[in-house]
């Protein structure tokens, strides 16, 4: 028989590097694809709770504005309170020594100063309360947005309390 020919055998080792380089390279593709779509996932995650805390700091800020424009209304409040006060008691003074009219003095005095000690004690509260708001606000980021809405609630109701109670004084000092 003459020499049969025979194959290199290069070419089915080459075959066979080629084919693994190309399962290897498919395989690092499609890795490197799922890697890929999870960083997307976990981007746009991040990107949604970046506007989402942008717009809680937004409306605390807001919030944070709204008291301080309540505490300094009130802190006014609280002043004219005072004067008013001041000057009725300097008017009543003077109504003269007639012991009737020294006893309806203290009766009223003692109702005015009762009704002052309410707004003082009401309005100190609410200040107080409203400090301690802004305080909460001005690091809002290490309290609940739900926590600083409901203490914000109730420094509005304690501020409520005093506004009434100013209301009575008012009434209270009414000639």
């Not at 300094?72 to 008017?91: P, S």
């Not at 914000?152 to 008012?170: F, I, K, P, S």
């Amino acid at each position: 028989m003459a020499h049969a020919r025979r194959r290199p055998r290069a070419v089915p080792v080459l075959a066979a590097g080629l084919t693994l380089t190309l399962v290897a390279g498919g395989a690092l593709v499609a890795y490197l694809w799922r890697t890929t779509d999870e960083w997307r996932a976990t981007s746009a995650g991040w990107e949604t709770l970046a506007v989402t805390a942008a717009a809680d700091l937004e409306r605390t800020q807001g919030d944070l504005a709204a008291a301080q424009e309540v505490l300094d209304d009130t802190r006014e409040q609280l002043g004219t309170a005072q004067d008013r006060i001041t000057e009725l008691a300097d008017e009543k003074a003077q109504l003269g020594d007639d012991s009737a009219a020294q006893q309806q003095l203290a009766d009223y005095q003692a109702r005015v100063s009762q009704a002052a000690g309410k707004v003082a004690t009401a309005l100190a509260t609410c200040i107080a309360g409203q400090e301690q708001l802004i305080r909460y606000m001005d690091n809002a980021e290490a309290h609940e947005p739900a926590a600083l809405r409901r203490f914000r609630d109730d420094v509005d109701a304690l501020c409520g309390q005093a506004t009434e109670a100013n209301e009575q004084l008012q009434h209270e000092l009414e000639p």
